[in-house]
């Protein structure tokens, strides 16, 4: 049975308090590097495009397009179906520490495909389990709850509504060591190649760590939300 008496459905909220503020601070914290690192210039004053194209060169990967596209800047992404990285036109077209590092972490994803990194595969996988499963769950689990005080199906839709949760939450899991390669791989390709002196690769960091915060605070979130599933869940 689930109930609505002491750990409710929005008196449970609470315990996703930590994970709401601690998101708050990481975004502030990601605005804050990209807005400095974006108005300072990198050394070789090669915009975030050319550093992709030179990365993706020094690494065999010549057939992998760099696209630019229609969109603000941090959305660009990797597209592992047409195996091309593509930029939006602020960090193509910039010569700025930001849009340097950001378009090689993007190109850091296309190295992972290409070597057969393991944890990418994993995550390619998920994808379509999570797309059905994170659409479903609290649909299912606010049923359950309803259901379960006056018939047996509720705790039946409570618990694959849980169940879809927990891919959710494996997905997040499964993408933080993803994202935090893909900018440690980057930071490598970036020194080895000799694109960064010594001050872009300080900034670089920043802004790379500053962004790899975002998954730890998206995986944090969930994990805070499957908890809450769990509270709400009677054990009487």
């Not at 994808?127 to 259901?147: A, H, K």
């Not at 993803?178 to 010594?198: F, H």
Request: glycine share 6%; net charge positive.
């Amino acid at each position: 049975m689930y109930y609505y008496g002491g750990w409710g459905y929005y008196t449970s909220m609470i315990v996703l308090i930590p994970a709401m503020i601690f998101t708050i601070i990481v975004q502030a914290n990601i605005k804050s590097a990209y807005s400095r690192y974006s108005q300072i210039r990198n050394s070789r004053g090669i915009t975030g495009a050319q550093a992709a194209r030179m990365v993706l060169d020094a690494n065999g990967l010549q057939n992998v397009p760099v696209n630019v596209i229609r969109g603000e800047a941090l959305n660009d992404y990797y597209d592992p179906s047409s195996n091309s990285v593509n930029l939006s036109s602020e960090i193509a077209g910039t010569s700025s520490i930001a849009a340097m590092c950001i378009a090689c972490h993007e190109v850091g994803h296309a190295i992972q495909y290409g070597v057969g990194y393991a944890p990418i595969k994993v995550r390619n996988l998920l994808v379509p389990v999570v797309n059905l499963t994170s659409r479903f769950s609290w649909p299912l689990i606010i049923l359950g709850l309803v259901l379960s005080t006056t018939n047996a199906y509720g705790s039946l839709f409570f618990n694959i509504g849980t169940l879809c949760f927990v891919f959710v939450v494996l997905f997040h899991l499964v993408t933080l060591p993803v994202e935090v390669n893909a900018s440690s791989r980057a930071l490598k390709q970036m020194r080895t190649i000799g694109i960064v002196d010594d001050a872009d690769y300080t900034g670089s960091r920043k802004v790379l760590r500053a962004a790899a915060m975002t998954y730890v605070a998206a995986l944090a979130t969930a994990v805070a939300s499957l908890l809450r599933i769990m509270l709400l869940r009677d054990r009487n």
